[in-house]
Protein backbone atom coordinates (compact mmCIF):
# COMPACT_ATOMS: atom_id res chain seq x y z
CA UNK A 1 0.00 0.00 0.00
CA UNK A 2 1.59 3.03 -1.30
CA UNK A 3 1.22 6.19 -3.38
CA UNK A 4 3.88 5.51 -5.93
CA UNK A 5 4.21 4.80 -9.66
CA UNK A 6 4.75 0.76 -10.37
CA UNK A 7 6.72 1.91 -13.28
CA UNK A 8 9.41 4.47 -12.12
CA UNK A 9 8.68 3.84 -7.96
CA UNK A 10 8.18 7.83 -8.56
CA UNK A 11 5.76 9.16 -5.94
CA UNK A 12 2.37 10.83 -6.61
CA UNK A 13 0.68 13.15 -4.63
CA UNK A 14 -3.05 13.29 -4.08
CA UNK A 15 -4.67 16.30 -5.33
CA UNK A 16 -5.84 18.06 -2.33
CA UNK A 17 -5.32 21.34 -0.77
CA UNK A 18 -4.48 18.85 2.46
CA UNK A 19 -4.06 16.50 4.64
CA UNK A 20 -6.55 16.97 6.50
CA UNK A 21 -9.12 16.91 2.81
CA UNK A 22 -7.64 13.73 2.55
CA UNK A 23 -8.35 12.79 6.04
CA UNK A 24 -12.06 13.75 6.27
CA UNK A 25 -12.50 11.82 2.61
CA UNK A 26 -11.39 8.57 4.53
CA UNK A 27 -13.50 9.51 7.68
CA UNK A 28 -16.57 9.89 5.79
CA UNK A 29 -17.39 6.53 4.66
CA UNK A 30 -20.84 5.23 5.69
CA UNK A 31 -19.28 3.06 7.84
CA UNK A 32 -16.86 4.90 9.91
CA UNK A 33 -19.23 5.29 12.89
CA UNK A 34 -20.98 1.19 12.62
CA UNK A 35 -20.67 -0.39 16.34
CA UNK A 36 -19.24 -3.58 14.74
CA UNK A 37 -16.99 -1.28 12.46
CA UNK A 38 -13.28 -1.50 13.66
CA UNK A 39 -12.54 1.05 10.86
CA UNK A 40 -12.17 4.55 12.79
CA UNK A 41 -10.37 2.82 15.44
CA UNK A 42 -7.50 1.60 12.31
CA UNK A 43 -7.96 4.93 10.87
CA UNK A 44 -7.09 6.91 14.23
CA UNK A 45 -4.41 4.39 14.52
CA UNK A 46 -2.30 4.31 11.23
CA UNK A 47 -3.11 7.81 9.87
CA UNK A 48 -0.99 9.74 12.30
CA UNK A 49 2.08 7.41 10.73
CA UNK A 50 1.15 8.03 7.39
CA UNK A 51 0.47 11.72 7.29
CA UNK A 52 3.97 13.52 5.97
CA UNK A 53 4.71 10.27 4.07
CA UNK A 54 1.28 10.88 1.80
CA UNK A 55 1.60 14.65 1.05
CA UNK A 56 5.35 14.80 1.32
CA UNK A 57 7.45 16.03 -1.69
CA UNK A 58 10.74 16.45 0.20
CA UNK A 59 13.71 13.06 0.47
CA UNK A 60 13.40 10.66 1.23
CA UNK A 61 9.88 10.51 0.50
CA UNK A 62 9.99 11.24 -3.14
CA UNK A 63 11.28 7.72 -4.36
CA UNK A 64 10.57 4.23 -2.92
CA UNK A 65 14.52 2.79 -2.84
CA UNK A 66 16.52 1.70 -0.12
CA UNK A 67 17.10 3.95 2.73
CA UNK A 68 20.97 4.39 2.11
CA UNK A 69 20.10 5.15 -1.43
CA UNK A 70 18.02 8.15 -0.46
CA UNK A 71 14.62 6.38 -0.94
CA UNK A 72 11.76 4.86 1.37
CA UNK A 73 10.54 1.11 1.68
CA UNK A 74 8.27 -0.82 3.33
CA UNK A 75 10.46 -4.00 3.15
CA UNK A 76 13.24 -2.60 5.37
CA UNK A 77 13.20 -0.68 8.33
CA UNK A 78 14.98 2.60 7.89
CA UNK A 79 17.86 1.98 9.99
CA UNK A 80 19.25 -1.02 8.12
CA UNK A 81 22.72 -0.29 6.62
CA UNK A 82 23.65 -1.34 3.20
CA UNK A 83 26.00 -4.29 4.85
CA UNK A 84 21.89 -4.91 6.85
CA UNK A 85 21.06 -5.39 3.73
CA UNK A 86 23.54 -7.23 1.48
CA UNK A 87 23.62 -9.68 4.83
CA UNK A 88 19.50 -9.59 4.33
CA UNK A 89 19.47 -10.87 1.04
CA UNK A 90 22.55 -13.56 1.66
CA UNK A 91 20.10 -15.18 3.63
CA UNK A 92 17.03 -15.15 2.06
CA UNK A 93 19.01 -16.57 -1.35
CA UNK A 94 20.46 -19.60 0.86
CA UNK A 95 16.83 -19.99 1.93
CA UNK A 96 15.74 -19.70 -1.42
CA UNK A 97 12.43 -16.99 0.15
CA UNK A 98 12.32 -13.73 -2.87
CA UNK A 99 12.92 -10.60 -1.20
CA UNK A 100 9.58 -9.14 -2.16
CA UNK A 101 7.90 -11.34 0.00
CA UNK A 102 9.52 -10.51 3.12
CA UNK A 103 9.93 -7.54 5.64
CA UNK A 104 13.26 -6.90 7.78
CA UNK A 105 13.43 -5.10 10.55
CA UNK A 106 16.71 -3.81 12.39
CA UNK A 107 16.02 -3.56 16.25
CA UNK A 108 18.12 -1.50 18.57
CA UNK A 109 20.02 -4.12 19.87
CA UNK A 110 21.36 -4.69 16.31
CA UNK A 111 19.20 -7.82 15.99
CA UNK A 112 17.53 -8.19 12.68
CA UNK A 113 13.82 -9.93 12.41
CA UNK A 114 12.49 -10.94 8.75
CA UNK A 115 9.11 -12.29 8.26
CA UNK A 116 8.23 -13.95 5.21
CA UNK A 117 4.64 -13.63 3.72
CA UNK A 118 2.09 -10.78 4.28
CA UNK A 119 1.87 -8.74 7.41
Given at each position: ??????????????????????????????????????????????????????F???????Q?????????????????????????????????????????F??????????????
Open positions: MSNYHSFGAMKFVPDLPSFETFKQILYSHPKINEPDSNLKHYLDLLLPQVDKEVSLEKPYTLNFPHEGGVTGYFSTNMTELDLKLVKEVLMKEKVDILNTRAKHDNGDITITVGSI
